[in-house]
């Protein structure tokens, strides 16, 4: 046999690896972008780039069944998007191929998409209870799904609806959230991210002092997105002046004091929100 | 800072993101400022530091606030909204006009400007939900060019050199939408 068909072959094989490195190469660089883009709040490119990365993992992922790293991206495109059901099957197909992922990845999809559609029915309750199991599933078996699962489950909890006429009710179901994040924010006290839904919470008990505190120290730990910090730094403010109302005027050198650590132009203004109204 | 070279500089990106997407259709605009102006704020370091963060999903703010806290912002961005509204019309204007004038999202911002600065805020209510679908389905992916990230990459380090005062963020802002109005009349001629 000829040598040369072996070489057109080899080159022809060599060429498919590299058009689907290519493209992989381009479906991350895709959902790298519209993270960055999601982070600071541009919403418009960061759908079209969490879309772009999506498309073009699928192809890839429909060519080469085998490639797990692009069902993964396309999963984690689809979380991005909403398209929990998508996701599942994603991650499904992803531990196929050979990721080295547990199940929980599906699962935590499968109870977020379930959520999501029980939250466009108004069954809030329901959906919260879904959003709780995801989180749990997410802190065992992928962290990375973590946080935004008990963000979702929080702010679902908190949410007034018709049953929140009933102060002793709603008193009720907010106190047991509040020592339920709080345990969380226990197990895992360097989260930003967790002391911000707490210090939600707290706001929604009107804790207006433990709401403060703990906004401080999600600043001060750190939090994920431009959004949430500014999210935060609007409840730090809002607590701050419900203190100073309710004559906590010992607030006024706290606020300060932190305020000049951060770099603030002065006590009640963050520097984004420089802009004049 | 150097308004002029500052100017300068605008110019010569518009130039280039031309000539990648069409500024002229609408939704451009508060994409293509926003991108802008965040990397005049932001640089480099902020943009490294953000590609490093490892791949993940995000997380998510928590939108459902307190009756006092959504009537403590409308009586201080849209005290008439807060007048006229009952405790289901006041929710309803607070998931509006929160991630304008709460969060300052820089896309919605940039959407609504024209609303904004004339205090009708509530044409923003009532053409949210609406507007922001229609910029958001008619955006395509302009970034997934090469091209223009290398352009904005250029602005970014032209603009660090200029020394920005940030306290000025209105008044960038006002002149790269200028500098845009300006460059989308150019190109009609």
Same mark, same amino acid.
């Given at each position: 046999?000829?040598?040369? +068909?072996?070489?057109? #072959? ?24 519209? &993270? ?10 960061? @759908? ?14 429909? =060519? ?5 790293? @692009? ?5 984690? @495109?689809?979380?991005? #998007? ?7 099957? =994603? ?16 699962? &935590? ?5 379930? @959520?999501? &559609? ?48 009933? +102060? ?5 179901? #907010?106190?047991? #959230? ?10 895992? +006290? ?25 906004? &401080? ?6 939090? +994920? ?53 | 800072?150097?308004s002029r070279k500052f100017q300068a500089l605008v110019d010569e990106v518009l130039g280039v993101l031309g000539k990648i997407v069409n500024l002229k259709a609408f939704p451009f605009l508060p994409v293509i400022y926003s991108s802008i102006f965040y990397f005049v704020k932001r ?22 606030? *307190? ?17 006229? !509204? ?8 607070? *998931? *509006? ?29 009532? !053409? ?62």
């Amino acid at each position: 046999m000829s040598r040369r +068909p072996l070489v057109v #072959l080899a080159l022809v094989v060599l060429g498919l690896a590299g058009c689907a490195t290519h493209r992989l190469e381009t479906a991350k660089t895709h959902y790298v972008r519209a &993270v960055e883009l999601a982070d600071r709040m541009d919403r418009g490119g960061a @759908a079209a780039e969490f879309s772009r990365a999506r498309d073009e993992a699928a192809k890839i992922a429909g =060519s080469h069944a085998g490639d797990a790293q @692009a069902w993964l991206i396309k999963g984690q @495109a689809e979380i991005e #998007l909403g398209e929990f059901e998508e996701a599942r099957r =994603s991650f499904a197909s992803a531990r196929a191929a050979g990721a080295d992922l547990g199940d929980g990845w599906e699962r &935590v999809a499968q109870l977020l998409g379930v @959520a999501s &559609v029980y939250e466009a029915m108004e069954m809030p309750d329901d959906a919260a209870m879904l959003c709780e199991t995801a989180m749990k599933t997410a802190k065992k078996e992928c962290p990375e799904m973590f946080e935004p699962a008990a963000a979702r489950w929080v702010n679902l909890l908190v949410a007034e609806d018709a049953s929140s006429e009933d +102060p002793k009710a709603r008193a009720k179901q #907010l106190a047991g #959230l509040e020592k339920k994040v709080r345990d969380l924010v226990e197990e895992t +006290p360097g989260s930003g991210t967790l002391r911000y839904l707490l210090s939600q919470v707290e706001v929604h008990l009107e804790d207006f002092a433990e709401g403060w505190g703990q906004a &401080v120290l999600a600043r001060e730990l750190g939090l +994920p997105t431009e959004e949430l910090l500014r999210d935060n730094d609007n409840s730090l403010l809002f607590c701050y002046r419900q203190l100073i109302e309710s004559g906590r005027t010992e607030y006024d050198a706290r606020q300060a004091a932190w305020a000049k650590r951060w770099g603030w132009p002065d006590a009640t203004h963050a520097p984004w929100m420089a802009e004049s109204k | 800072m150097d308004s002029r070279k500052f100017q300068a500089l605008v110019d010569e990106v518009l130039g280039v993101l031309g000539k990648i997407v069409n500024l002229k259709a609408f939704p451009f605009l508060p994409v293509i400022y926003s991108s802008i102006f965040y990397f005049v704020k932001r640089g480099e370091a902020y943009r490294n530091a953000v590609r490093a963060i490892p791949v993940g999903p995000r997380s998510r703010i928590v939108i459902n606030k *307190s009756k006092r806290f959504v009537d403590d912002f409308l009586a201080q961005h849209a005290p008439s909204v807060l007048a006229g !509204s009952d405790a289901r019309g006041r929710r309803r204007a607070f *998931s *509006s006009l929160y991630p304008v004038l709460g969060l300052r999202d820089p896309f919605l911002l940039a959407l609504f400007r024209d609303e904004v600065d004339s205090g009708d805020l509530q044409i923003v209510v009532d !053409s949210f939900d609406t507007r922001v679908h229609e910029a958001l389905a008619e955006i395509p992916a302009p970034r997934s060019d090469p091209a223009f990230w290398r352009a904005l990459d250029a602005f970014v380090r032209a603009s660090a050199g200029l020394a920005l005062n940030l306290a000025r963020e209105r008044e960038i802002q006002d002149l790269i939408i200028k500098r845009v109005n300006q460059y989308l009349k150019e190109r009609k001629k």
